[in-house]
């Protein structure tokens, strides 16, 4: 009691003696504890240096940095007396030994941050026996070593270091400053952390001065005492300006890749699918398309075995029929002439008899090429059947069918197979008349060529 009424009338006296002369302390701040504090090219920067500034300026004190390289020298240089105090500070049993605390000034929570792979704890007591890094020498260092032992703590340097190890997958938990683990995170995109839960031992931050310099307190707390609510609002402000990371939800994202590959891989079979349907539909029009040009040429092939004699290729007697009823109703409406030549070949049988039939085919065939050779193209070259042939000539009188007829009678003594130079034919020529039918047409040609016969073969006879 007595005591701290000596150290406040020390202070009084002290701090009537700066209003004349400025009194200056040398202080010591964690060089790598950004926002809350941090050195950056020898100079102090952070939340701490606004709460300084506000307090040099209210208590009339000088403070001057001493700049060290970690927070543990920091607690040296204050131990050895290099440093008078550090300005943001957490009291602690072992710091109390060798500091004194002012009245606490500003408060921030701390957090639990994993790997995302790791499961969210929500707090402290979620810790069992994970590998947790944390700042050596923090109050979080002692208090997890304390009540959490049968944790695997690794103590690290600083909290870059320890948040590093989390996004390597290092350890699986770092325990540290809720504000400066976020802005670890941002500057240095650890994008595989995320925080798993709060840890419940508050950052309750003050001045701690070192015990020969405990006179100050008083000036500092006055000073704390008489920070005003707008000028917290810069600290408010100076921490707004760093983004909290919201470390990337990869279950999600990976679910969107996972969909969206599903999506093209059914895209792609649907699509070869369709190709090969559209392959095969364009093989089965190709393969139909060529079954109907067959099919065609079948049909046209039929069409002509109809109409043709298939040893000579002329027009066998179905046709001629045809013709011929096309051939009648034309003459009558144009009344034009229009003969018919029947011509046998003279002593066919023998022919057969003394060469064989496959002469006596060749012989035919030869008959029917002199025959197209020597009639005129819009005659009807027929074969009637055996070795007779008939010949229809539209537009033509009996004269110019009799002068046909020896040109045909000609042609095949020029006829050359084998040991055979030569055949005879008879030949009957009957005009289309007026009011007769096919039948009875033919059978006047017929009658013709069965007298050219009587009268001895080889000669042409008009039906009289
Ligand atoms: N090689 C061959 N011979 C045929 C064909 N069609 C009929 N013949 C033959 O022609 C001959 C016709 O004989 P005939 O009716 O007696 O007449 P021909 O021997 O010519 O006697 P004439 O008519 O009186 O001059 C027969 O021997 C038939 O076999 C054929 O397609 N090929």
Request: glycine share 4%; charged share 25%.
């Amino acid at each position: 009691m007595l005591k701290h009424l000596l150290i406040i009338i020390y202070s009084s006296l002290i701090a009537s003696s700066y209003a004349e002369q400025k009194l200056s302390v040398n202080y010591c701040v964690d060089p790598n504890w950004a926002p809350y504090e941090s050195i950056v090219k020898q100079k102090h920067t952070g939340i701490s240096k606004i709460f300084v500034d506000l307090i040099a300026e209210k208590s009339n004190i000088n403070f001057i940095l001493v700049p060290t390289s970690s927070w543990e020298e920091s607690l040296e240089f204050v131990k050895s007396g290099q440093c008078d105090l550090i300005p943001l500070i957490n009291t602690s049993e072992k710091r109390r030994q060798y500091l004194s605390f002012s009245d606490d000034y500003f408060r921030a929570p701390n957090a639990i941050y994993a790997h995302f792979k790791n499961p969210i704890i929500g707090n402290l007591s979620g810790l069992t026996n994970q590998s947790i890094a944390v700042v050596k020498s923090y109050r979080l260092h002692h208090h997890l070593s304390k009540h959490f032992p049968n944790t695997n703590l690794v103590p690290v340097e600083n909290g870059f270091l320890g948040l590093q190890k989390v996004e390597n997958n290092e350890v699986d938990y770092f325990v540290g400053s809720f504000h400066a683990a976020n802005r670890i995170i941002q500057e240095n995109n650890f994008s595989n952390i995320r925080i798993a839960g709060i840890a419940n031992l508050e950052d309750q931050l003050r001045i701690g001065v070192a015990k020969e310099k405990e006179y100050l307190l008083p000036i500092f707390n006055q000073a704390i005492a008489q920070i005003t609510k707008e000028e917290r609002k810069k600290v408010t402000h100076y921490l707004k300006s760093i983004k909290i990371i919201e470390p990337p939800n990869y279950r999600i994202a990976l679910q969107v890749s996972c969909l969206f590959l599903i999506i093209v891989v059914i895209l792609l079979i649907r699509y070869l699918q369709l190709k090969q349907h559209g392959r095969a539909l364009a093989d089965k029009n190709m393969k139909l398309e060529e079954l109907h040009h067959t099919l065609a040429e079948k049909n046209l092939q039929l069409t002509e075995l109809a109409m043709k004699d298939p040893l000579t290729g002329l027009f066998n007697r179905t046709h001629l029929s045809k013709i011929i009823e096309q051939q009648i109703k034309l003459t009558a409406r144009y009344q034009t002439q229009v003969c018919m030549l029947m011509i046998d070949i003279d002593d066919f049988k023998a022919i057969n008899d003394n060469h064989g039939h496959t002469i006596g085919d060749n012989i035919l065939k030869n008959i029917a090429k002199t025959l197209l050779s020597i009639a005129r193209e819009t005659d009807i070259v027929s074969r009637w059947g055996g070795e007779e042939f008939v010949v229809v000539c539209p537009e033509t009188s009996l004269e110019e069918a009799y002068k046909l007829a020896e040109r045909i009678q000609k042609g095949m003594t020029k006829i050359h197979i084998d040991e055979i130079s030569g055949v005879t034919c008879s030949i009957g020529i009957a005009e289309l008349e007026k009011g007769i039918t096919a039948s009875e047409w033919f059978k006047y040609a017929d009658k013709a060529m069965y007298q050219a016969k009587f009268k001895g073969k080889d000669c042409i006879q008009i039906m009289s």
